[in-house]
């Protein structure tokens, strides 16, 4: 056991910021040394969010009572609410909003709360933001409008950004004008992609009269880009409703190349219609968000499904992201859902994994094909070290960390048979390589 872990940390400093802000300064993009994990625990990149590590909370996946220590132990720190369809169709009951808050408090957990859009009005949504900030004085900071608009129905009908993005406007100005301190984000579309020709577009698909195609994120951004605070979309990259083949290991292995491309191209284009600087939020992320999808080497109940998240999460660090929402926390039928009755899915223990990581990113990188690395510190000066095999096989591969000798390191391991376990100090290689699991996540720890 103790000779597939062995890597390493040190430290620098601090603590992360609670306001949406701190994007990336030119020039961090890590360049790989080749054939090596490279970190360099000097070049300070800026504080991670502490919304980063987030899920969805579903009306639909209350947490069972069995199962209630492990949603308090799972180190989730933003919970988004009522998620999904649901809060489409339905108006958001005092008495719901008061039991949510309190399981809120409960996890020591940020909430954020979408409102209505279909069937909503500015003073329905203003209303609730009086109650729970006024009223109540639960002080809650985020909220949002809807749930993917490209996607869900009104009346029968596509909903059209034409039409969105004034109500939308209405919405958020009742609201700001109850409480001007709330933050909103938007326009929480379905998924993102890598450039336009991959973001969602009204009408959908090209129609015989050859009527223009509008792009969601573009025609938001030109009405609501002076009032949105964070920018939401959402991505799950193996949806592929028409399509009856399985998610493969190596298409999710694939898939995590895309989610820098993606960042960088909503925040290019964010700067280029707004001329603002907005924080980005991925506020539902998984591979497949299907119900029903069970049991598969890469669903989203999977082992590899893990592999892949805390992977996602790496490079959505990287990238300066604001909020990041797995979905789903819990959830009551299909292959969704952290927590699923008294079980605990393996994407479960990711959280577990990064409750350890740093709060202050620094400077790594990896040279080495389906293995990845992340760097920060905490504000003791320890530095933490994420070590991803994404590969079916053993990797051992040299670490360098600069103006440092490793020696010893407390080390934690996610893989087939340790479930985010801490398995103490262990002495780094004599050889300077690490012993890296197939599919495994290592977290190494190295103090002052």
Not at 351 to 371: D, I, K, L, P, R
Request: proline fraction near 8%; aromatic fraction near 10%.
């Amino acid at each position: 056991m103790k000779r597939l872990v062995s890597i390493f940390p040190m430290f620098l400093l601090l603590l992360t910021g609670c306001q949406p802000a701190a994007l990336p300064a030119s020039g961090t993009t890590p360049t790989p040394v080749p054939n090596v994990l490279y970190v360099n625990p000097g070049r300070d990149l800026g504080p991670i969010s502490p919304y980063i590590y987030g899920s969805n909370y579903s009306m639909y996946g209350a947490v069972p009572a069995e199962s209630i220590q492990a949603a308090l132990d799972s180190h989730v720190t933003v919970l988004r609410w009522p998620g999904g369809q649901w809060g489409n169709a339905n108006d958001i009951q005092t008495y719901n909003l008061d039991m949510f808050i309190a399981f809120c408090k409960q996890m020591n957990a940020t909430p954020t709360i979408s409102v209505r859009f279909q069937g909503g009005t500015p003073e329905a949504a203003a209303a609730l933001v009086r109650y729970a900030n006024i009223e109540q004085k639960y002080n809650v900071v985020y909220w949002s409008i809807g749930n993917e608009p490209d996607y869900e129905m009104e009346n029968g009908k596509k909903i059209n950004p034409v039409d969105f993005n004034p109500r939308w406007r209405a919405i958020a100005q009742a609201m700001k004008a109850v409480d001007p301190t709330i933050k909103l984000l938007g326009p929480e579309i379905g998924q993102w992609g890598t450039d336009i020709s991959k973001t969602p577009k009204y009408p959908p698909t090209q129609t015989p009269t050859g009527q223009e195609r509008k792009d969601w994120m573009t025609e938001f951004l030109k009405a609501n880009g002076d009032l949105v605070d964070i920018v939401a979309v959402h991505r799950y990259p193996m949806y592929a409703p028409t399509s009856a083949s399985p998610i493969t290991v190596d298409t999710l292995r694939q898939n995590t190349l895309e989610w820098g491309p993606m960042v960088n191209y909503l925040r290019d284009m964010i700067h280029q219609i707004t001329g603002r600087d907005l924080p980005i939020a991925f506020t539902e992320v998984n591979s497949d968000p299907t119900p029903g999808l069970l049991g598969g080497v890469a669903s989203p109940d999977s082992y590899y499904n893990a592999i892949w998240y805390a992977d996602v999460l790496g490079q959505l660090i990287q990238e300066h992201v604001f909020m990041v929402n797995q979905w789903v926390f819990a959830y009551r039928s299909g292959g969704l859902g952290l927590i699923y009755g008294s079980e605990l899915r393996p994407t479960y223990y990711v959280f577990q994994m990064y409750s350890h990581f740093g709060n202050e990113q620094v400077y790594a990188s990896s040279g080495v094909a389906e293995v990845t690395v992340y760097a920060a510190t905490r504000a003791n000066g320890t530095l933490t070290i994420m070590v991803i095999n994404l590969s079916d096989t053993e990797q051992r591969i040299p670490l360098q960390v600069k103006g440092v000798v490793l020696s010893k390191a407390e080390v934690w391991l996610f893989d087939a048979t340790h479930k985010a376990e801490d398995l103490g100090q262990q002495s780094f290689p004599s050889d300077g390589r690490l012993i890296l699991p197939a599919q495994s996540i290592c977290l190494y720890a190295l103090g002052k």
